[in-house]
Protein backbone atom coordinates (compact mmCIF):
# COMPACT_ATOMS: atom_id res chain seq x y z
CA UNK A 1 0.00 0.00 0.00
CA UNK A 2 0.94 3.31 -0.42
CA UNK A 3 0.20 6.17 1.59
CA UNK A 4 0.65 9.94 -0.02
CA UNK A 5 0.45 11.90 3.71
CA UNK A 6 0.60 15.69 3.00
CA UNK A 7 0.97 19.19 4.79
CA UNK A 8 2.19 22.69 4.05
CA UNK A 9 6.01 20.57 3.97
CA UNK A 10 4.41 18.13 1.55
CA UNK A 11 5.14 15.12 3.48
CA UNK A 12 4.78 12.17 1.51
CA UNK A 13 4.17 8.70 3.31
CA UNK A 14 4.08 5.79 1.15
CA UNK A 15 3.66 2.23 2.68
CA UNK A 16 4.09 -0.12 -0.56
CA UNK A 17 2.89 -4.18 0.71
CA UNK A 18 4.93 -6.62 -1.47
CA UNK A 19 4.01 -10.92 -1.67
CA UNK A 20 6.35 -12.56 -3.12
CA UNK A 21 6.10 -15.29 -5.70
CA UNK A 22 5.76 -19.03 -4.18
CA UNK A 23 8.10 -20.46 -6.59
CA UNK A 24 10.72 -18.27 -6.18
CA UNK A 25 14.35 -18.74 -3.80
CA UNK A 26 13.75 -15.81 -1.74
CA UNK A 27 14.83 -15.11 1.85
CA UNK A 28 14.36 -12.13 3.88
CA UNK A 29 17.29 -10.08 5.41
CA UNK A 30 17.92 -10.88 8.19
CA UNK A 31 16.83 -8.24 11.36
CA UNK A 32 19.21 -7.56 14.66
CA UNK A 33 16.60 -7.84 16.58
CA UNK A 34 15.66 -11.68 15.20
CA UNK A 35 16.61 -13.25 18.68
CA UNK A 36 14.20 -10.81 20.46
CA UNK A 37 11.14 -12.11 18.23
CA UNK A 38 10.40 -14.60 20.42
CA UNK A 39 10.90 -12.92 23.87
CA UNK A 40 8.86 -9.67 22.88
CA UNK A 41 5.75 -12.08 20.99
CA UNK A 42 3.89 -12.60 24.38
CA UNK A 43 1.46 -15.73 24.58
CA UNK A 44 -1.99 -13.69 23.81
CA UNK A 45 -3.89 -12.59 27.32
CA UNK A 46 -6.86 -13.16 25.89
CA UNK A 47 -7.85 -15.70 23.50
CA UNK A 48 -11.18 -14.15 23.13
CA UNK A 49 -10.30 -10.99 21.89
CA UNK A 50 -8.09 -12.39 19.57
CA UNK A 51 -10.25 -14.96 18.22
CA UNK A 52 -12.66 -11.97 17.99
CA UNK A 53 -10.25 -10.55 15.95
CA UNK A 54 -9.68 -13.10 13.48
CA UNK A 55 -13.24 -12.91 12.70
CA UNK A 56 -13.94 -9.24 12.42
CA UNK A 57 -9.97 -8.93 10.33
CA UNK A 58 -12.12 -12.27 7.79
CA UNK A 59 -14.98 -9.87 7.60
CA UNK A 60 -12.95 -6.53 6.75
CA UNK A 61 -11.37 -8.80 4.29
CA UNK A 62 -14.33 -9.90 2.43
CA UNK A 63 -15.53 -6.87 2.88
CA UNK A 64 -12.98 -5.34 0.73
CA UNK A 65 -13.10 -8.23 -1.69
CA UNK A 66 -16.47 -7.30 -2.73
CA UNK A 67 -15.53 -3.48 -3.32
CA UNK A 68 -13.47 -4.98 -5.44
CA UNK A 69 -15.56 -6.54 -7.86
CA UNK A 70 -17.74 -3.64 -8.19
CA UNK A 71 -14.49 -1.60 -8.83
CA UNK A 72 -12.86 -4.25 -10.87
CA UNK A 73 -15.32 -6.59 -12.88
CA UNK A 74 -14.37 -9.72 -14.50
CA UNK A 75 -11.15 -9.61 -14.04
CA UNK A 76 -8.58 -11.09 -11.83
CA UNK A 77 -8.76 -10.01 -8.15
CA UNK A 78 -6.17 -10.68 -5.54
CA UNK A 79 -4.48 -8.74 -2.20
CA UNK A 80 -3.48 -9.31 1.01
CA UNK A 81 -6.09 -8.76 3.77
CA UNK A 82 -3.56 -8.78 6.21
CA UNK A 83 -1.08 -6.57 5.01
CA UNK A 84 -3.70 -3.95 5.16
CA UNK A 85 -5.18 -4.50 8.51
CA UNK A 86 -1.16 -3.97 9.80
CA UNK A 87 -1.34 -1.19 8.34
CA UNK A 88 -4.43 0.60 9.18
CA UNK A 89 -3.45 -0.54 12.86
CA UNK A 90 -0.50 1.04 12.75
CA UNK A 91 -1.96 4.52 11.26
CA UNK A 92 -4.70 3.95 13.61
CA UNK A 93 -1.83 3.89 16.59
CA UNK A 94 -0.53 6.93 15.44
CA UNK A 95 -3.92 8.58 14.90
CA UNK A 96 -6.27 10.24 17.52
CA UNK A 97 -9.51 11.96 17.73
CA UNK A 98 -12.20 10.86 14.88
CA UNK A 99 -9.48 10.05 12.63
CA UNK A 100 -8.65 7.02 14.93
CA UNK A 101 -12.04 6.22 15.99
CA UNK A 102 -12.73 5.71 11.81
CA UNK A 103 -9.53 3.92 11.05
CA UNK A 104 -10.63 1.34 13.79
CA UNK A 105 -14.69 0.99 12.38
CA UNK A 106 -13.23 0.70 8.99
CA UNK A 107 -11.25 -2.37 10.01
CA UNK A 108 -14.64 -3.62 11.99
CA UNK A 109 -14.03 -2.83 15.79
CA UNK A 110 -16.02 -0.67 17.70
CA UNK A 111 -14.10 0.68 20.53
CA UNK A 112 -16.90 0.29 23.18
CA UNK A 113 -16.52 -3.32 22.78
CA UNK A 114 -12.31 -3.34 22.65
CA UNK A 115 -9.94 -0.67 23.87
CA UNK A 116 -7.31 0.45 22.07
CA UNK A 117 -5.17 -0.97 24.23
CA UNK A 118 -6.72 -4.57 23.94
CA UNK A 119 -6.29 -4.17 20.23
CA UNK A 120 -3.41 -2.77 19.53
CA UNK A 121 -1.84 -5.95 21.93
CA UNK A 122 -4.09 -8.11 19.49
CA UNK A 123 -2.83 -7.14 16.65
CA UNK A 124 1.41 -6.82 17.97
CA UNK A 125 0.54 -10.37 18.52
CA UNK A 126 -0.63 -11.50 15.07
CA UNK A 127 1.86 -9.71 13.97
CA UNK A 128 4.93 -10.75 16.08
CA UNK A 129 3.42 -14.74 15.73
CA UNK A 130 3.67 -14.05 12.07
CA UNK A 131 7.32 -13.69 11.58
CA UNK A 132 8.01 -16.27 14.02
CA UNK A 133 10.64 -18.46 12.27
CA UNK A 134 8.99 -21.86 11.24
CA UNK A 135 10.67 -24.39 8.93
CA UNK A 136 9.38 -24.95 5.64
CA UNK A 137 7.15 -21.86 6.07
CA UNK A 138 8.82 -18.69 5.45
CA UNK A 139 6.49 -15.76 6.63
CA UNK A 140 7.91 -12.40 7.28
CA UNK A 141 6.00 -9.07 7.45
CA UNK A 142 8.50 -6.15 8.00
CA UNK A 143 8.54 -2.26 7.27
CA UNK A 144 11.44 0.10 6.64
CA UNK A 145 10.92 4.06 6.86
CA UNK A 146 13.01 6.73 4.70
CA UNK A 147 12.55 9.79 7.16
CA UNK A 148 13.51 13.36 5.62
CA UNK A 149 15.98 15.17 7.74
CA UNK A 150 13.82 17.87 8.15
CA UNK A 151 11.34 15.70 9.91
CA UNK A 152 11.20 15.66 13.08
CA UNK A 153 9.64 12.21 14.71
CA UNK A 154 8.49 11.31 17.79
CA UNK A 155 11.20 9.65 19.93
CA UNK A 156 8.44 7.61 20.92
CA UNK A 157 6.68 6.69 17.39
CA UNK A 158 9.86 5.61 16.69
CA UNK A 159 10.58 3.04 19.16
CA UNK A 160 7.22 1.79 19.22
CA UNK A 161 7.22 1.41 15.26
CA UNK A 162 10.34 -0.84 15.56
CA UNK A 163 8.64 -3.24 18.37
CA UNK A 164 5.03 -3.17 17.23
CA UNK A 165 5.63 -3.18 13.63
CA UNK A 166 9.00 -4.75 12.62
CA UNK A 167 10.20 -1.29 11.24
CA UNK A 168 13.19 -0.19 10.46
CA UNK A 169 14.41 3.36 10.19
CA UNK A 170 16.97 5.36 7.68
CA UNK A 171 17.75 8.74 7.60
CA UNK A 172 17.31 9.90 3.56
CA UNK A 173 17.90 13.46 1.82
CA UNK A 174 15.27 13.84 -0.24
CA UNK A 175 16.27 17.62 -1.39
CA UNK A 176 18.22 15.33 -3.97
CA UNK A 177 14.90 13.66 -5.47
CA UNK A 178 16.61 11.33 -7.77
CA UNK A 179 19.19 9.52 -5.28
CA UNK A 180 16.22 9.29 -2.90
CA UNK A 181 14.17 7.49 -5.31
CA UNK A 182 16.95 5.50 -6.46
CA UNK A 183 17.54 4.13 -2.65
CA UNK A 184 14.17 3.53 -1.71
CA UNK A 185 13.42 1.77 -5.24
CA UNK A 186 17.33 -0.54 -4.45
CA UNK A 187 15.54 -1.34 -0.88
CA UNK A 188 12.31 -2.21 -2.44
CA UNK A 189 14.57 -4.76 -5.49
CA UNK A 190 16.17 -6.07 -2.77
CA UNK A 191 13.39 -6.94 -0.45
CA UNK A 192 11.51 -8.44 -3.93
CA UNK A 193 15.10 -10.21 -5.08
CA UNK A 194 14.90 -8.10 -8.13
CA UNK A 195 11.05 -8.86 -8.55
CA UNK A 196 9.70 -5.20 -7.96
CA UNK A 197 11.98 -3.18 -10.16
CA UNK A 198 11.84 0.80 -10.33
CA UNK A 199 8.24 0.97 -8.11
CA UNK A 200 8.44 4.65 -7.25
CA UNK A 201 8.98 6.71 -10.39
CA UNK A 202 7.33 9.86 -9.40
CA UNK A 203 8.74 10.87 -5.93
CA UNK A 204 7.11 14.59 -5.25
CA UNK A 205 9.65 17.02 -5.06
CA UNK A 206 9.50 17.95 -0.69
CA UNK A 207 8.61 14.27 -0.01
CA UNK A 208 10.09 13.88 2.80
CA UNK A 209 9.26 10.68 4.77
CA UNK A 210 8.39 6.79 2.75
CA UNK A 211 7.62 3.82 4.40
CA UNK A 212 7.64 0.52 2.41
CA UNK A 213 5.98 -2.59 3.63
CA UNK A 214 6.72 -5.73 2.52
CA UNK A 215 5.18 -9.43 3.01
CA UNK A 216 7.44 -12.54 2.01
CA UNK A 217 4.92 -15.69 1.63
CA UNK A 218 7.46 -18.97 0.34
CA UNK A 219 6.01 -22.44 1.30
CA UNK A 220 6.03 -25.76 -0.16
CA UNK A 221 2.79 -28.18 -0.92
CA UNK A 222 2.80 -30.90 2.18
CA UNK A 223 1.78 -32.86 -1.21
CA UNK A 224 3.52 -31.61 -4.36
CA UNK A 225 2.17 -31.76 -7.76
CA UNK A 226 3.96 -34.43 -9.86
CA UNK A 227 5.75 -32.28 -12.31
CA UNK A 228 5.38 -35.04 -15.18
CA UNK A 229 1.24 -34.90 -14.68
CA UNK A 230 1.07 -31.35 -15.79
CA UNK A 231 -0.73 -31.42 -18.65
CA UNK A 232 1.24 -28.64 -21.31
CA UNK A 233 -2.10 -27.15 -22.42
CA UNK A 234 -5.60 -27.62 -21.30
CA UNK A 235 -8.97 -25.53 -21.62
CA UNK A 236 -10.02 -22.84 -19.11
CA UNK A 237 -13.31 -21.00 -19.60
CA UNK A 238 -12.81 -17.40 -18.98
CA UNK A 239 -16.95 -16.39 -19.71
CA UNK A 240 -19.30 -18.01 -21.79
CA UNK A 241 -17.73 -16.95 -25.19
CA UNK A 242 -14.06 -16.72 -24.01
CA UNK A 243 -11.45 -19.68 -22.98
CA UNK A 244 -7.84 -19.64 -22.91
CA UNK A 245 -5.07 -22.36 -22.66
CA UNK A 246 -2.96 -23.14 -19.54
CA UNK A 247 -0.81 -25.67 -18.07
CA UNK A 248 -3.03 -27.91 -15.59
CA UNK A 249 -1.43 -29.68 -12.95
CA UNK A 250 -2.61 -32.86 -11.85
CA UNK A 251 -2.54 -35.15 -8.71
CA UNK A 252 -4.76 -37.91 -7.29
CA UNK A 253 -4.47 -37.28 -3.73
CA UNK A 254 -6.91 -37.37 -0.42
CA UNK A 255 -8.01 -33.47 0.37
CA UNK A 256 -10.23 -31.88 2.50
CA UNK A 257 -13.20 -30.73 0.58
CA UNK A 258 -17.11 -30.47 0.26
CA UNK A 259 -19.57 -29.65 -1.40
CA UNK A 260 -21.88 -26.60 -0.24
CA UNK A 261 -25.47 -27.67 -1.35
CA UNK A 262 -26.67 -23.75 -0.08
CA UNK A 263 -23.87 -22.25 -2.33
CA UNK A 264 -23.69 -24.47 -4.85
CA UNK A 265 -20.03 -24.11 -4.50
CA UNK A 266 -17.15 -26.43 -3.97
CA UNK A 267 -14.32 -26.13 -1.72
CA UNK A 268 -11.29 -27.69 -1.26
CA UNK A 269 -8.28 -27.71 0.74
CA UNK A 270 -4.44 -27.95 -0.12
CA UNK A 271 -2.33 -27.79 3.00
CA UNK A 272 1.34 -26.14 3.26
CA UNK A 273 3.91 -27.98 4.80
CA UNK A 274 3.76 -26.25 7.97
CA UNK A 275 0.89 -24.05 9.46
CA UNK A 276 -0.28 -22.39 6.03
CA UNK A 277 -3.12 -23.88 3.81
CA UNK A 278 -4.71 -22.97 0.74
CA UNK A 279 -8.40 -22.96 0.27
CA UNK A 280 -9.87 -23.27 -3.33
CA UNK A 281 -13.35 -22.57 -4.00
CA UNK A 282 -15.19 -23.60 -7.21
CA UNK A 283 -18.67 -22.32 -7.79
CA UNK A 284 -21.05 -23.80 -10.05
CA UNK A 285 -21.32 -22.20 -13.40
CA UNK A 286 -23.04 -18.59 -12.86
CA UNK A 287 -23.26 -19.05 -9.20
CA UNK A 288 -19.78 -16.79 -8.28
CA UNK A 289 -22.02 -13.85 -7.53
CA UNK A 290 -23.82 -15.94 -4.77
CA UNK A 291 -21.28 -17.28 -3.41
CA UNK A 292 -19.05 -13.95 -3.13
CA UNK A 293 -22.15 -11.85 -1.52
CA UNK A 294 -21.96 -15.01 1.42
CA UNK A 295 -18.54 -14.58 2.05
CA UNK A 296 -17.56 -13.89 5.49
CA UNK A 297 -15.96 -15.54 8.97
CA UNK A 298 -19.26 -17.45 9.40
CA UNK A 299 -18.85 -19.18 5.60
CA UNK A 300 -15.46 -19.88 6.52
CA UNK A 301 -16.14 -21.56 9.90
CA UNK A 302 -19.44 -23.30 8.32
CA UNK A 303 -16.86 -24.84 5.68
CA UNK A 304 -14.46 -25.75 8.22
CA UNK A 305 -17.00 -28.02 9.89
CA UNK A 306 -17.78 -29.51 7.23
CA UNK A 307 -14.42 -30.55 5.77
CA UNK A 308 -14.11 -34.09 5.12
CA UNK A 309 -11.26 -35.87 4.14
CA UNK A 310 -11.32 -38.16 0.88
CA UNK A 311 -9.78 -39.24 -2.46
CA UNK A 312 -9.92 -36.33 -5.02
CA UNK A 313 -9.07 -36.12 -8.76
CA UNK A 314 -7.87 -32.76 -8.67
CA UNK A 315 -6.70 -30.38 -11.52
CA UNK A 316 -5.12 -27.08 -10.77
CA UNK A 317 -4.37 -24.93 -13.12
CA UNK A 318 -0.95 -23.26 -13.51
CA UNK A 319 -0.99 -19.38 -13.04
CA UNK A 320 0.87 -16.29 -11.88
CA UNK A 321 -1.73 -13.59 -10.58
CA UNK A 322 -1.01 -10.17 -9.83
CA UNK A 323 -2.98 -7.05 -9.42
CA UNK A 324 -2.53 -2.64 -8.29
CA UNK A 325 -5.42 -0.62 -6.36
CA UNK A 326 -5.94 2.37 -5.55
CA UNK A 327 -7.49 1.95 -1.96
CA UNK A 328 -8.17 5.70 -1.27
CA UNK A 329 -11.93 5.72 -2.92
CA UNK A 330 -12.79 2.02 -1.29
CA UNK A 331 -11.67 3.89 2.57
CA UNK A 332 -13.62 7.03 2.27
CA UNK A 333 -16.60 4.72 0.93
CA UNK A 334 -16.31 2.64 4.38
CA UNK A 335 -16.14 5.55 6.42
CA UNK A 336 -12.60 6.35 6.93
CA UNK A 337 -12.67 10.43 5.89
CA UNK A 338 -10.80 12.42 8.25
CA UNK A 339 -7.90 10.56 7.29
CA UNK A 340 -7.73 12.19 4.12
CA UNK A 341 -9.18 15.63 4.81
CA UNK A 342 -7.46 18.57 6.66
CA UNK A 343 -8.66 17.98 10.09
CA UNK A 344 -6.97 14.87 9.93
CA UNK A 345 -5.54 13.82 13.21
CA UNK A 346 -1.95 12.26 13.64
CA UNK A 347 -0.68 13.19 16.75
CA UNK A 348 1.33 10.18 17.61
CA UNK A 349 3.63 10.83 14.35
CA UNK A 350 5.92 14.03 14.32
CA UNK A 351 6.17 17.53 15.91
CA UNK A 352 4.60 19.02 13.11
CA UNK A 353 0.69 17.45 12.97
CA UNK A 354 -0.65 19.37 9.73
CA UNK A 355 -0.62 16.17 8.24
CA UNK A 356 -3.49 14.21 5.68
CA UNK A 357 -3.61 10.98 3.25
CA UNK A 358 -3.44 11.96 -0.25
CA UNK A 359 -3.20 8.12 -1.78
CA UNK A 360 -3.70 4.66 -0.68
CA UNK A 361 -2.17 2.12 -3.26
CA UNK A 362 -1.68 -1.94 -2.82
CA UNK A 363 0.00 -4.23 -4.66
CA UNK A 364 0.00 -8.44 -4.32
CA UNK A 365 1.79 -10.77 -6.36
CA UNK A 366 0.99 -15.11 -6.64
CA UNK A 367 2.52 -17.38 -8.29
CA UNK A 368 0.93 -21.25 -7.89
CA UNK A 369 3.82 -23.89 -9.14
CA UNK A 370 3.85 -27.67 -8.98
CA UNK A 371 6.35 -27.63 -5.74
CA UNK A 372 5.10 -24.78 -3.98
CA UNK A 373 8.10 -22.81 -3.83
CA UNK A 374 11.25 -25.26 -3.54
CA UNK A 375 12.71 -27.58 -5.87
CA UNK A 376 11.29 -30.97 -4.64
CA UNK A 377 12.17 -32.81 -7.46
CA UNK A 378 14.42 -35.21 -5.95
CA UNK A 379 11.47 -35.76 -3.12
CA UNK A 380 9.01 -36.73 -5.76
CA UNK A 381 11.11 -39.39 -8.01
CA UNK A 382 10.63 -42.22 -6.00
CA UNK A 383 6.82 -41.58 -5.77
CA UNK A 384 5.11 -44.61 -5.80
CA UNK A 385 2.27 -45.44 -8.65
CA UNK A 386 -1.60 -44.17 -7.49
CA UNK A 387 -3.10 -46.23 -5.78
CA UNK A 388 -6.77 -47.80 -7.74
CA UNK A 389 -9.13 -45.92 -6.35
CA UNK A 390 -13.04 -46.79 -6.79
CA UNK A 391 -14.53 -44.21 -8.18
CA UNK A 392 -12.64 -41.00 -7.04
CA UNK A 393 -14.32 -37.34 -7.29
CA UNK A 394 -12.91 -35.54 -9.53
CA UNK A 395 -12.74 -31.36 -9.12
CA UNK A 396 -11.36 -29.28 -12.38
CA UNK A 397 -10.55 -25.97 -11.57
CA UNK A 398 -10.87 -25.12 -15.35
CA UNK A 399 -13.22 -21.94 -15.01
CA UNK A 400 -13.21 -18.54 -12.43
CA UNK A 401 -12.30 -19.87 -8.95
CA UNK A 402 -11.52 -18.16 -5.27
CA UNK A 403 -8.69 -18.62 -3.94
CA UNK A 404 -7.65 -17.95 -0.33
CA UNK A 405 -3.95 -18.68 1.56
CA UNK A 406 -4.35 -18.56 5.25
CA UNK A 407 -2.03 -18.98 8.43
CA UNK A 408 -3.59 -21.69 10.84
CA UNK A 409 -2.36 -20.33 14.50
CA UNK A 410 -3.53 -16.65 14.57
CA UNK A 411 -6.10 -17.40 11.90
CA UNK A 412 -5.20 -14.88 9.41
CA UNK A 413 -6.04 -14.36 5.77
CA UNK A 414 -2.88 -13.85 4.09
CA UNK A 415 -4.20 -13.45 0.57
CA UNK A 416 -7.46 -13.57 -0.80
CA UNK A 417 -8.42 -13.68 -4.15
CA UNK A 418 -10.63 -14.65 -7.91
CA UNK A 419 -9.22 -16.02 -10.89
CA UNK A 420 -11.04 -15.09 -13.89
CA UNK A 421 -8.25 -15.42 -16.47
CA UNK A 422 -4.73 -17.27 -15.15
CA UNK A 423 -2.98 -16.42 -18.57
CA UNK A 424 -3.80 -12.46 -17.44
CA UNK A 425 -0.58 -10.91 -15.79
Known amino acids: ICYYLHSRMSLFLCLVFLMFGLHATIHCAPHDSSEGKVATCHSPQHNATLYKMSSINAD ?102 KILYETEVFSTDFSNVSAA ?7 VEKQSKGKIVGLIQDLKQKSIMVLVNYIHFKAQWASPFHLSKTEDSSIFLVNKT ?49 VEKAMSSKTLKKWNRLLQKGWIDLFVPKFSISATYDLRNMLLQMGMKDAFAENADFPGL ?34 LDEPEISVPSVIRFDRTFLLMILEKSTRSILFLGKVVDPTEV
Open 60 to 161: FAFNLYRRFTVETPNRNIFFSPVSITAALAMLSYVAGSSTQTQIIQVLGFNLTDTSMTELQQGFQHVICSLNLPKKELELQMGNALFLGKQLIPLAKFLDDV
Open 242 to 290: ITVQVPMMHQMEQYYHLVDTELNCTVLQKDYSKNALALFVLPKEGNMER
Open 181 to 187: QEEINCY
Open 350 to 383: AEDNDLQLSYVYHKAVLHVREEGTRDVAASTDGL
